[in-house]
Nanobody, 112 residues
Framework: QVQVAESGGGLVQPGGSLRLSCTAS????????IRWYRQAPGKEREWVGD????????RFESSVKGRFTLSRDNAKNTVYLQMNSLKPDDTGVYYC?????WGQGTQVTVSS
């Protein structure tokens, strides 16, 4: 049975940090690039970044480059999105996408 699940969201003050996790199962997760997206209220879902299967190549959308990093532990079928220097504009529901599957999302709120 395929499962994709995000965790680690929450409320954080501007300038703070959060680490999101995406754990997948039911297929060979290490064979796939894992992508993160986010959706702010009233806006379309947008791509944030992705990491290849080996974990040695990452890409990021320009507004998060230098603040967000991606890593993965293929033994745990998990990818980590480390978010630093968070801004109110980073608020939204964060989703991971792998193979053809979406997770249910995790809410990130950046507010004082």
């Amino acid at each position: 049975q395929v499962q994709v699940a995000e965790s680690g969201g929450g409320l954080v003050q501007p300038g703070g940090s959060l680490r999101l996790s995406c754990t997948a199962s039911g297929f060979i997760v290490s064979a796939y690039t894992i992508r993160w997206y986010r959706q702010a209220p009233g806006k379309e879902r947008e791509w944030v970044g992705d990491i290849n299967g080996a974990g040695d190549y990452t890409r990021f959308e320009s507004s998060v480059k230098g603040r967000f990093t991606l890593s993965r532990d293929n033994a745990k079928n998990t990818v980590y999105l480390q978010m630093n220097s968070l801004k109110p504009d980073d608020t939204g529901v964060y989703y991971c996408y792998v193979n053809i599957y979406w997770g249910q999302g995790t809410q990130v709120t950046v507010s004082s």
